[in-house]
């Protein structure tokens, strides 16, 4: 296999994401979790290019363990979590209160 | 040669199988991460229908399918079984191989299966409007038609960047009358934070998921109709209701005096997989051989590689731990062209029967996979799904395997849905622009590492 380089693709290049079941572009990928890069995006840019190196120069180290070493949420996951931030939201709609911030 | 096995509509299976019943071992609740007790119907009844609930628990071995269900799952069921003459004569190999169509709902997948009952379910709880998220939207026109069906309102939050550039299953959601809102959208506190950070965010899959949890949470509060959430895979009861598959394809092979000695299908979070195998896997608990394939792909190995753990679904340890088979928080599956077949974990009921030796899991590269996927297409002329190719190249597999030990052998295969609005993914194949990945086992390893200390089930 051709040494891969550092430099990312084209920020409009597509791959297909397994998440979603159809293609997106790198650009995606790289704020695709609140503006930072999606959980899975190493991995799934590795043919591509030197992903992990290019993200480690991007990001400091703490970034890079939140970006990538977290849990990348399953659906169901992602679901019971949501749960309990809207039990929150009617609490504090209750009380009168502004909603409270996301994540 | 007889190609097509029909049921008559009066055949038509009337009671869902429930594996949970006959589990060599009983499966294990999902443990809450913050008091460590078992996760509770009040804990679900916020986004589920308890009549449906109920079934997610249920013991019972078999649950009557409602008349209100089968006259809806009559629409497109019995599905033919087909026995792929000309892929047997390709292969030149001592194999019958039949296969379950599901692609002839008209979703074009096997999601109807459970999308209808879902529906259903709601309407007589007294729901009247069901809320979800969707990516590319194969499981937003499963659910916008069933709703359709039963007179419910739908509400789909589709991740805004599939929204925009996969307009063709929005179009079905909205023909069968469904509300399809790109995400993040302005009709939820979790849409519009995301677009006031960020007006033009392209949404993500979490970002749709909130959404519509909050829509279904919050709907008696905002003054909506009351709305419940709904989910495609991995539960047990989506499991349940996609037993039809086996029953019927039991049936079918009855008619023709074939029994499999192996059964496939393709496993993402598995409800295909296990609608088509379960029945089968009930015979093979009372003791008959068989061979159960669930086919994975190389570069996302949940089964082949992964241990059963109770693994934290978060970073924040708000969710219920589910006894899974899983790499680990840290893994990060390479792309693969296939779009049901992303969830970190396997469904528990599949784990656990992996665990037991009832479910033998395979792995396989996305080239052979589309490989297969164009000569099933050639010679039986359907064009498959990518998830669905999976399946067929084990297919491809298993015949190769039988004329090696010159043995004669029946093989059944979920045929789990065509692949008409991912074309995208075959001209990628075509364009020689898809590579195979496998997950090295350092990555592996230190994926599992993540995992030390944390509670194991009792095996």
Not at chain 1, 44 to 73: D, G, I, K, N, V
Not at chain 2, 100 to 118: D, L, M, R
Not at chain 2, 279 to 303: Q, R, W, Y
Not at chain 2, 382 to 407: D, M, R, W, Y
């Amino acid at each position: 296999m051709a040494e891969l380089s550092i430099t990312p693709p084209n920020e409009e290049k597509q791959i297909r994401c397994p998440r979603l079941g159809g293609p997106v572009h790198f650009g995606y990928c790289r704020i695709e979790h609140d503006g930072w890069p999606c959980s899975r995006a190493l991995t799934c840019w590795a043919m591509h290019f030197e992903a992990e190196a290019y993200f480690r120069t991007l990001l400091s180290e703490e970034q890079f363990a939140q970006c990538f070493l977290a849990a990348p949420q399953s659906k169901m996951d992602t679901l019971l979590e949501a749960v309990e931030r809207a039990r929150l939201l009617i609490g504090e709609k209750r009380k009168g209160n502004s909603p409270p911030a996301r994540g | 040669m007889t190609v097509k096995i029909f049921l008559n509509e009066d055949e038509i299976p009337r009671q869902w199988y429930n594996i949970a019943a006959d589990m060599p071992t009983p499966m294990q609740p999902p443990l809450h991460p913050g008091t460590g007790q078992p996760v509770g119907p009040d804990d679900l009844a916020p986004v589920f229908p308890m009549n449906l609930i109920e079934q997610e628990v249920s013991q019972e071995r078999w649950i009557d399918i409602p008349e209100e269900v089968l006259d809806k799952l009559l629409l497109w069921r019995p599905s033919p079984l087909y026995r792929a003459v000309k892929l047997e004569k390709y292969l030149n190999c001592p194999v019958k191989i039949y296969y379950k169509n599901e692609g002839v709902s008209p979703a074009g997948s096997h999601k109807p299966n459970t999308a209808i009952p879902q529906a259903y379910y709601n309407k007589v709880f007294g729901i009247k409007r069901i809320a979800t998220e969707t990516g590319a939207g194969q499981w937003g026109s499963a659910l916008s038609f069933a709703c359709s069906q039963f007179g419910l309102e739908a509400k789909v939050y589709m991740v805004r960047i599939s929204y925009e550039q996969k307009p063709y299953r929005r179009l079905m959601m909205n023909t069968w009358g469904a509300t399809c809102v790109p995400s993040p959208s302005t009709e939820t506190e979790a849409g519009k934070k995301i677009l006031a950070q960020d007006p033009n965010s392209p949404g993500s899959l979490g970002i749709a998921i909130s959404e519509a949890v909050e829509d279904a949470v919050t709907s008696e509060a905002m003054g909506r109709p009351p709305t419940r959430y709904s989910l495609g895979s991995v539960l047990n009861h989506v499991l349940l209701h996609q037993t039809i598959i086996g029953l019927e394809a039991k049936k079918q092979l009855a008619k023709t005096g074939d029994y499999p000695d192996v059964v496939i299908g393709c496993a993402g979070g598995g409800s295909n997989f296990a609608g088509c195998a379960f029945p089968f896997i009930a015979d093979k608990i009372a003791g008959k051989e068989i061979k159960v394939l669930a086919v994975e792909p190389t570069s996302c190995p949940t089964m082949t590689k992964g241990p059963f753990l109770y693994d934290f679904g978060d970073t924040v340890q708000m969710t219920p731990l589910l006894p899974m088979h899983t790499l680990g928080h840290g893994f990060v599956p390479a792309p693969i062209h296939a779009g049901g077949l992303r969830y970190h974990g396997m469904a528990p009921l599949v784990s656990q029967l992996v665990l037991d030796g009832l479910i033998e899991p395979r792995a396989i590269h996305q080239l052979e996979t589309f490989s297969a996927g164009v000569t099933w297409a050639r010679t039986e002329g359907f064009i498959s799904a990518p998830e669905t190719n999976h399946a067929l190249a084990a297919v491809i597999q298993e015949a190769k395997l039988a004329k090696e030990e010159g043995k004669e052998k029946t093989i059944l295969v979920n045929w789990s849905g065509h692949g008409l609005v991912d074309l995208a993914a075959y001209d990628a194949y075509f364009q020689g622009k898809l590579q195979d990945y496998e997950l090295p086992q350092e990555e592996i390893e230190n994926a599992l590492r993540a995992l030390e200390g944390f509670p194991k089930p009792n095996l």
